[in-house]
């Protein structure tokens, strides 16, 4: 089986075996060697960590949530973003404070390391029904796949949040306190560990909540050691559903590692926008009549989550499986539709000046001659063939089954529409660095 990958402005193609995928090399030995940390470049600010907001599930209760955010790329001067596009009343933040926790994924912070967030210099902010807001940038320093912990009380506030499908290695994730304004406390004595309560459903109890987060949305750096950033954007598979099984990292995280072996001034940050069940065209959710569980559709979701990231300098696009399934309240889409759709992003990034990298759709189990398997082949040839994308990344061949190449091959998938960590991993060690660092 050949894997390609097409440049359209050299028309360079790249080809590889499957086999050789796990030690794909990066951009060369010159461009790899002794480059990881280092000073922060002078490129401007950077998204180093992000995660789209998806829908508004009830009212915080008075209690502190800490949520853990692992950021691409070393940096300094830490702001954070807080949002409400979908609350019908204001957040109202009484106090917020980012600090550093004493390993991946604990409550626990760094002894000195938890630093009041201002905005504009007041400790409060009222953020209003459709409205975000950043800090002011907090004088610290974090390192590559380093945990900030962001703690937030603001009781009463409609909560706007990101519910992430469960995926194993330091998910983003909140722990909410069992009462009151604690969030400049250090320690993990009002953050309990337990109940687990896994981040796949939207819950306000007491306890760790891994792949849940509630008005965080984005931490940028002021002097990022990267020289911009790359936002995927995408559905379930960028969000990392399922991604089970060792590893245990989405493929995104798999990509920002081999990123950070680059020297500062080449890399770029990696900022996640996907969102489980987020359709590239707009349409009616297929999963969700309330339109609360899977983010607007792409196009609606670009400004906020795309274009207002900072060093923004590529987006990926990884979209349209759950167009082309659809579900109970949306039928499956033609090809026609969601070729429109991913055309109509491709000339807003290039509206820009900013390039677009599209992927291939995965394998869905569709029968071989349906109208959902044929749309889904229709998809990816234009992908392949159109010339609207900078670059084309075809996870289409990397994962398929070559006897049946209507599923993924059986030790690399979840299910019919997910790859599980494993494949994951494929698909973060295939991605030549060339082309998302153009």
């Known amino acids: 089986m050949e894997v390609v990958t097409v440049r359209f402005v050299s028309r360079r193609w790249i080809t590889g075996l499957l086999v050789a995928l796990v030690t794909v090399p990066t951009l060369s030995a010159a461009n790899s060697a002794g480059a990881v940390g280092g000073a922060a470049v002078a490129h401007g600010a950077a998204g180093v960590w992000s995660a789209s907001l998806e829908g508004v599930h009830g009212v915080s209760p008075d209690a502190t949530v800490r949520q853990i955010a692992r950021v691409s790329v070393p940096g300094s001067g830490i702001r954070v973003r807080l949002g409400n596009p979908f609350g019908s009343t204001p957040v109202v933040v009484r106090e917020a404070w980012l600090g550093r926790p004493i390993a991946p994924g604990a409550p626990k912070l760094v002894n000195g390391s938890n630093k009041r967030l201002t905005f504009r210099g007041a400790r409060s902010v009222t953020i209003a029904p459709g409205q975000s807001v950043i800090s002011d940038s907090v004088p610290v320093t974090v390192q590559a796949q380093q945990d900030v912990a962001v703690s937030i009380y603001a009781p009463g506030s409609p909560v706007n949040d990101h519910t992430f499908p469960p995926f194993a290695y330091d998910p983003p994730a909140s722990y909410i306190g069992t009462g ?85 001034s080449a890399r770029v940050a990696v900022a996640n926008a996907g969102i489980s069940g987020n359709t590239v065209s707009v349409q009616p959710n297929p999963y969700d009549p309330t339109g609360q569980c899977c983010g607007p559709p792409a196009p609606q979701r670009l400004d906020r989550d795309v274009f207002s990231v900072p060093g923004l300098r590529t987006v990926l696009l990884l979209e349209g499986t759950n167009d082309l399934g659809g579900g109970d309240n949306a039928p499956p889409a033609s090809s026609a539709q969601v070729i429109g759709a991913m055309r109509g992003i491709a000339d807003r990034v290039h509206g820009r000046h900013l390039r677009i990298v599209g992927a291939t759709i995965l394998p869905m189990c569709n029968a071989a001659g349906s109208d959902k398997e044929n749309n889904r082949l229709a998809v990816n040839e234009w992908i392949r063939t159109s010339g609207v994308f900078d670059e084309v990344l075809d996870f289409d061949a990397v994962l398929r089954d070559p006897a049946d190449p209507t599923v993924m091959i059986a030790d690399l998938r979840n299910d019919c529409y997910h790859p599980n960590a494993a494949g994951d991993a494929m698909l973060g060690r295939y991605i030549p660095l060339s082309a998302v660092l153009a």
């Open 180 to 264: 009151g304004n604690t969030a400049a406390d250090p320690s993990d004595a009002s953050f309990p560990g337990y109940p687990v309560i896994p981040g796949n459903t939207s819950s306000t109890a007491a306890g760790y909540h891994p792949g849940q987060t509630w008005w965080l949305d984005l931490v940028t750096a002021d002097r990022p050691a990267a020289k911009g950033t790359l936002v995927t954007l995408g559905d379930s598979i960028t969000d990392g559903y399922n991604a089970s099984g060792p590893p245990g990292q989405r493929w995104t995280d798999v990509l920002a590692d081999r990123l950070n072996a680059l020297p500062a």
